[in-house]
């Protein structure tokens, strides 16, 4: 059975971090691509970062440049997304993503809110 649980979400403080956890399971993780999508109330869903299947290549939306960063550990079979200098326009649902071939899976979402 094919898994992506997120997890570490919550509420933080403006200027605060946080570490997103995306564990898989049920398929060759380090076959895939993976990424990080956030989506805001009301507003469509959007690419945060992707890394590829190695780690070896990076990709961060200039929007969170320099503030996060996202990572894997193959031997682990997960995906991480550290958030540092939050800022409030970051709340969403932020949920992981893997792809390979054919197949692609997402993850059920965790929220970040980020209030003072």
């Known amino acids: 059975q094919v898994q992506l649980v997120e997890s570490g979400g919550g509420l933080v403080q403006p200027g605060g971090s946080l570490r997103l956890s995306c564990a898989a399971s049920?398929?060759?993780?380090?076959?895939?691509?993976v990424r990080w999508y956030r989506q805001a109330p009301g507003k469509e869903r959007e690419l945060v970062a992707a890394i590829s299947s190695t780690g070896g290549v990076t990709t961060h939306v200039e929007s969170v440049k320099g503030r996060f960063t996202i990572s894997r550990d193959n031997a682990q079979n997960t995906m991480y997304l550290q958030m540092n200098s939050l800022k409030p326009e970051d709340t969403a649902v932020y949920y992981c993503?893997?792809?390979?071939?054919?197949?692609?899976?997402w993850g059920q979402g965790t929220q970040v809110t980020v209030s003072s």
């Open positions: 049920g398929f060759t993780f380090n076959g895939y691509a």
């Open positions: 993503y893997a792809v390979g071939g054919l197949y692609q899976y």
